[in-house]
T-cell receptor
């Protein structure tokens, strides 16, 4: 069974640009969550999608957005990039939205903003 | 608002000894807690979990303890092995809300 796939793995952008990251969940998983990892801050929750609907949203500015397609694949977009957006962006999928679900993470997309 | 806190950014132990990683939380609504392990260049992987109706869950060398009154949980690794060297994240959730993670503790097990 293929795991969670994130693309691209690495990318470099400059301030003011925008970026789109992609996540393909494990087959059959309908819930996709996005997290930002920075040194010292751990994993900060961005948003979660289930059946193409955003269910939860973290405390990030509106420059961060996402969507989920009918095949459960998800994308997140960051517009008007800032230096502080440099981070590892992790996508995680889960089978359902049951309370006690385990998240399966991808390897992440490492974004560097210059 | 950091609802899950791991106050020790790093921990170093000798191979064969016990590793104890700590985690505190502030949201009393949390009813399910998990530990994830992360190696460099890989995504976090699930390690062990515990429901709030329990105070201990054991899986091989890994045991998680939950103290609800103190809003504290800990992960014990006995005996520690060099392959356990990784960053460990504590996470908590309730109902259908998102999973909240701590900042992580980097464990180094010295041979």
């Amino acid at each position: 069974k293929a795991g969670v796939t994130q693309t691209p793995r690495y990318l470099i952008k400059t301030r003011g640009q925008q970026v789109t990251l992609s996540c393909s969940p494990i087959s059959g998983h309908r819930s996709v969550s996005w997290y930002q990892q920075t040194p010292g801050q751990g994993l900060q929750f961005l948003f979660e999608y289930f059946s193409e609907t955003q269910r939860n949203k973290g405390n990030f500015p509106g420059r961060f957005s996402g969507r989920q397609f009918s095949n459960s694949r998800s994308e997140m977009n960051v517009s008007t990039l800032e230096l502080g957006d440099s981070a590892l962006y992790l996508c995680a999928s889960s089978l359902t939205q049951t309370p006690h679900r385990e998240l399966f993470f991808g390897e992440g997309s490492r974004l560097t903003v210059l | 608002d950091q609802q899950v806190k791991q106050n020790s950014p790093s921990l170093s132990v000798q191979e064969g000894r016990i590793s104890i990683l700590n985690c505190d939380y502030t949201n009393s609504m949390f009813d399910y807690f998990l530990w994830y392990k992360k190696y460099p260049a890989e995504g976090p992987t699930f390690l062990i979990s515990i429901s709030s109706i329990k105070d201990k869950n054991e899986d091989g060398r890994f045991t998680v303890f939950l103290n609800k009154s103190a809003k504290h949980l800990s992960l014990h690794i006995v005996p520690s092995q060099p392959g356990d060297s990784a960053v460990y994240f504590c996470a908590a959730t309730y109902n259908n809300n998102d999973m909240r993670f701590g900042a992580g503790t980097r464990l180094t097990v010295k041979p």
